[in-house]
């Protein structure tokens, strides 16, 4: 597998991000234009609990 040097998600000029790819990948394959939005940020100090089984 080839490694890629991706900066993040969030698509920028001239540089290989995640948004993009995935941007590009739909289009080649729909040939529809399409502009992804992500969320999943928390606020500070909130932090998951794992509950045991």
């Known amino acids: ?3 890629k040097n991706l900066i ?7 540089k290989l ?3 993009g ?3 590009k990948a739909i289009q080649s ?3 529809e234009e399409v502009d992804l939005t992500a969320s ?3 606020d500070a100090g909130v932090h998951a ?5």
């Open 21 to 23: 790819t995935i941007e």
């Open 29 to 31: 394959i729909t040939g």
């Open 1 to 3: 597998m080839m490694e």
């Open 49 to 53: 609990i794992r509950a045991s089984c």
């Open 8 to 14: 993040g998600w969030q698509k920028q000029p001239n």
């Open 40 to 42: 999943g940020r928390t």
């Open 17 to 19: 991000n995640i948004q």
